[in-house]
């Protein structure tokens, strides 16, 4: 029995911290696509700014500064992608799709040129990453029977960018549903002419959404190579930007059942790493693919039958031109 | 954005004095886009606190005269003035702040925002929605009241009918401050019920000082309403007339460059034998809709039925069982003493073979397909007949032959069969699908919105193509949304509401206000 928990509580802990990544991305998903932009290119967002969190760090030995030069070049990132599709109306997925190929390719390639490791970068020292965070009254709740556990060893404990990540979902909520900002980011998603006849700049609008939602990508990235990782490893974001669309669209483009979606699939990996290798009773020995592959087996099933139709935001994809 | 924020619409209008001077006035706009000139030298007056109309057929200008005006165009020359001063309206941004709204004649309204946001958008009052909600309800419950524009500010926009998205969009430009109100084509998704509640509406901006532009086709709305009308032609303003001293006729004769018939000769025949009749025809929609609910009605040779109705009340779904698009799944229908019963074989293909032709609703979507030549649409549906193809190969000189003979006894211009079909007007479209399925010699014709997008000139030869065939005895079943040319061509008429038929009459003896009634589900008769 106690064993059971303690299992419960280290599969909780690692869904927490797999999910993370997922949910910065899938927020950046958010704010991209309720303006109209199709954001494919989270994957390469994120990989070019978990190369340069970790090259920037190990250069000036300052994970700030990592993570600032991570928000930058993914930034940028997203400003390529705004001028491919906002300014020259070009096709959005082909577009996120070139990112990622850019970015798989450049990370190697510098990653080779800078560090001549097999396009990994040097490992950090902890004190070159953001470090787990311990919460005071540790040792007085420790004593409280299952709360207490749960607190310490899930709520705690983690480093400052995964309690950043639920902050941004309770920012993206607020800023898409509650103020000015939202209510014209969602109109440019959903009907770009209206906020254009209304006297307000589709393209600006636009601009500022993939620029959050590149913000957002930089987290992301710093997360994976200066906090959760110490370093740069080739191919590191591994399809959690397409796992983190997915979420996406399986939370309907909305912040809170995004955030679950996200947690489920952190859930359903770290329930893959446990199982691996371990034989189920009836079952047998799962094979790694089969959990890896569950999470897109389920946005799939799920959309299809059970959770209704997700609606995508009205003008996604479509380039918006004033005459004809 | 900053200026059009704090400003309340009500108390800008009402400070506004009703005076003779000209709120806007156009000097010399000339509008090229690629080698067409869309406008050009165009000198347009109005004055303030006036409805002033402006008609024209499709492609004369309105419409980009108007985006000029409201700054989505950059004119490539040419002045504007506003109240006597000269202006640069180089956005909407700029235009809204000036005081010019717009009612589009496709709404610029968001489908999933509830009529309050939509209203809102562009001045929303503050930082935060809701405290922005409060300041702009408050403002619009005042412009709503005042000028008769009822809403449902909770309401999702794609539930709400057209009459209050209508509603909406006049608000929303309120909202914004405007003075100078610019409609386009704003009668054209009305009842002819919401068509008088819109004119009261536009007649009480009227009397507040709102200057109104008014653009539309519609001749007999233009004498109704409007204090002053010009008329465009050929991307330029070729005469303009104060509206009690002109006729629809003089407006009709200008728009078009000559003398138009207006008024149809129903050939009298008499009726003959029923070949087409639907007995309790019922029909579900994908989503499980009930949109057609036990349709009866006959048709008889050289007949014209008419349909009326407004868009959406189960004609379109009533077109694609009868021509075979859809699946019959309650009811029966005879086709020349043929009987199709539900789920039995019935497609396009077997309707034509039936002797039954088919003028789509949507020429875009089903009438034409539009990067095709005009000889490869005109064959469309009947390519595997053997003058045209020997099984496998297709006769391209018979084909060319039978095209140009086409082209030239429709009036289908240019007169060219390798020309490809999206180049066309919208008339000349029309004329070629119309040519195409009377063509095929059918005895019965299904018609839907002929003179949709269609400009006088070609209605008139539509009109007249339909005639023509109505007197070979041919049966015609006459779906449209506009009620002038139910009444003109049809014999009878049936007015469909939600699915059902809710009233039947003689066209010598219906009255638009009896048919308007029906149309709106208020009276069955």
Known sequence: ?324 | MKNSENKGGNEAIASLPPSTESAIELKNITKRFGHVVANSDVNLKVRTGTIHGIVGENGAGKSTLMNILFGLYKPDSGMIFLNGKAVDVNSPEKSIALGIGMVHQHFMLVPTFTVLENAMLGNEGSMLLRSGEEVVLDRLKGLSNNYGLDVDFEAIISDTPVGMQQRVEILKALNRGAKILILDEPTGVLTPQETIGLFDILRSLREQGVTIILITHKLKEIMSITDTVSVMRGGKVVADFSTEKTSPEELAENMVGRKVLLSIKKPILKVGKPVLEVKNVSHESKDGVLVLKNISFDLKEGEILGIAGVAGNGQSELLDILSGIETLQRGQITVNDKTILPFQDWNSKKAREFGVAHVPEDRHKRGLVLPFYNYENSILGYHRNEDYSSGFLMDKRKILNFVDDLVENFDVRPRSSSISSGKLSGGNQQKLVLAREIESNPNILLVGQPTRGVDIGAIERIYADLMKLKSKGTAILLVSVELDEIMSLSDRIVVMNQGTIVGETNSSNATELELGKMMSGLEQV
């Open chain 1, 1 to 324: 029995m106690l064993e059971s928990f303690q299992i419960i509580i280290s599969l909780l802990d690692s869904t927490i911290r797999i999910a993370t990544p997922l949910i910065f991305c899938a927020m950046a998903g958010i704010f991209s696509e309720r303006s109209g932009i199709i954001d494919i290119g989270l994957e390469g967002k994120m990989l070019l700014s978990a190369f340069v969190a970790a090259t920037a760090t190990f250069l000036t030995g300052s994970p700030i500064f990592g993570l600032f030069a991570a928000i930058l070049v993914s930034c940028s990132a997203s400003l390529i992608h705004g001028f491919a599709c906002i300014t020259n109306k070009g096709d959005q997925v082909i577009s996120g799709l070139a990112i990622n190929i850019l970015a798989s390719g450049l990370t190697i390639t510098l990653g080779i040129a800078l560090f001549s490791r097999g396009g990994q970068t040097p490992p950090l020292a902890s004190e070159q990453r953001f470090m787990p965070i311990d919460f005071p009254f540790l040792d007085q709740l420790s004593f409280v029977p299952v709360f207490g556990e749960l607190f310490v060893e899930v709520i705690s404990g983690h480093n400052i960018l995964v309690y950043l990540s639920v902050l941004a979902v309770f920012f993206t909520y607020y800023v898409i549903f509650k103020t000015r900002f939202g209510l014209r980011l969602r109109a440019v998603g959903e009907k770009p002419e209206a906020v254009d006849t209304a006297g307000i700049s589709v393209i600006k609008m636009r601009y500022q959404s993939i620029l959050i939602a590149g913000m957002l990508c930089g987290l992301a990235g710093a997360y994976l190579s200066i906090a959760h990782g110490a370093g740069f490893g080739r191919e590191m974001s591994a399809g959690k930007g397409y796992i983190a669309l997915a979420a996406m669209i399986f939370g309907k483009w909305n912040p809170i059942p995004t955030l679950f979606a996200c947690l489920l699939f952190g859930f359903l990996e770290a329930l893959g790493v446990r199982l691996e290798g371990v034989e189920l009773i009836w079952i047998g020995e799962v094979p790694v693919q089969v959990m890896q592959a569950l999470p897109y087996v389920l946005t799939v099933v799920l959309l299809a039958g059970f959770i209704g139709k997700a609606r995508a935001p009205g003008a996604i994809g479509v380039p918006y031109s004033k005459e004809g």
